[in-house]
């Protein structure tokens, strides 16, 4: 893996402030867990509500945490104004999402000036024993000067 | 597109019924809207805990709808006795997921003995109005004889 | 499909000017069968040479073709002056590609300021009827003001 | 990666005679430099016809190469009688190919009975130094007892 150096030297608070602001983190209960330069790790304990019909955990949910693993991987490199976008992603579900909690591990390929790439694997913790569930590769762009927390005092097209 | 024809008159019935398996489903808030032989449509109303740090649906969100819908598309054609595994996918986010609800439909390309191939698009609708939000391509395993839903009387690894 | 405007009323020519400068493309024998803005369709007559081990066109034929079609879909809505890219594409081969020729059709799906994306499907024709071989998914980035053209008096790091 | 033992003792010779008939791979000029179990290497040294318009190594070419060291590093753990297919591939094109040769490393991430999950890196070699040029994730499905070569006395569909 190359050697990545951060632009911003306060990125791991940075990339927790942003996982902060992700309601949809808090509403399947994920925790990150670790941020260096370039790489990213979240976990997620089970719950019932986060399964499939037959009590795995659900594919969006082993997807949703690729996808994070990557983008937060990629942000941990980019400038302390920009904020990064997922372009694209492929998973590959190797095994049943299950076990006491999940564990994704991201880390970048290639940070671009317009472009990263970041790959991810996603594992199913059983009695704390670590299995592959996922593998992902994703396309990341970097938007510059344009902050990761919506502007204060306006609210989201969602919201109004 | 082809023509598909279900090999189990009840496909519609019993799509419904695993969708109401899915506990995650409910945990977002997902609607079944429609399913045809070898297509399936899913609405997820606006919630403010399904999105990300600037007020968007979260990516992870948008794919997991994007997975659903070509699931259920491949599960519509399967056999009555069959389930159906995600293999892998690959989705591109075009737009922010955005407005009062998500749309996602799914659309199966080949159904094959071994694998299906299906593709989905998800829409952001912005009063009324629809916007291409996402586009994946997803291949699927049919599983012969393996129930959809868990035998009655056991426990999944994760409930023990 | 989204109705699609080339940026340059001379389009066409530049796509086919350009597929004569790839040499790789005179190499396999592919022929560009047609443009419209947003799309383009490029035929690979049958050689022995082409194929892989079962005497089907080899699987990196077929995905070539599908690039090309997502690129020159692409490089059809681009500016007179710009070039493109690919990022990155995902393929699948749904059956063998076989018969007297193979043809290959892209389109774009949305045309951004910073990327586009197409899609591909790639057909077998065997005497005269086309089967489904394959289908792709493409990230392209448009090059503004980048000639397609090396630059004329100047040798490719190749060459040198 | 995983520790992976090879069914077949003779799987290095096995697959470099399938290397042999893959008619595309002398087309293009490509070598297999190394198998092991689980594992392939394939070099290809620059050619002007295997490039695009800028002189760079056409992305199809590229995409070949990376689609056939993860088919042969699958290949590699399979059975004497079984042959492998590609089901699909994604590839992210990092950085032009380039340079006197492309030199495509495959892994095998997942051996399945029904499916092999393998993993690629094409490098671009300028002057001996390795540059990362594309990185690729594959699925790809055993053929149990499907030989790899065309049966002797029969002609393939297209050389008929």
Same sequence: chains 1, 2, 3, 4.
Avoid: W
Avoid at 67 to 72: A, E, K, L, Q, T
Avoid at 83 to 107: C, D, M, Y
Avoid at 121 to 134: F, K, M, N
Wanted: net charge negative; with cysteine.
């Amino acid at each position: 893996m190359p050697v990545l150096s951060p632009r911003d030297p306060d990125f791991a608070r940075r990339v927790a402030a942003s996982f902060e602001r992700q309601a949809f983190m808090r509403h399947i209960g994920a925790e990150l867990v670790a941020v260096t330069p370039g790489a990213c790790e979240i976990a997620l304990p089970y719950r019932p509500e986060l399964c499939q019909q037959h009590g795995f955990f659900h594919g969006g949910v082993v997807s949703t945490l690729a996808d994070n693993v990557c983008g937060y991987a990629a942000f941990s490199l980019a400038g302390a104004e920009d904020s990064i976008l997922t372009v694209e992603f492929k998973v590959n579900i190797l095994s049943p999402g299950q076990g006491e909690r999940l564990l994704a591990r991201g880390q970048v390929v290639k940070a671009g000036r317009t472009l990263t790439i970041s790959e991810a694997r996603v594992y199913s913790v059983v009695e704390g024993q670590e299995t592959l569930c996922a593998v992902a590769l994703e396309t990341l762009m970097p938007l510059a000067d344009r902050a990761d927390e919506p502007a204060t005092g306006t609210k989201s097209a969602q919201a109004a």
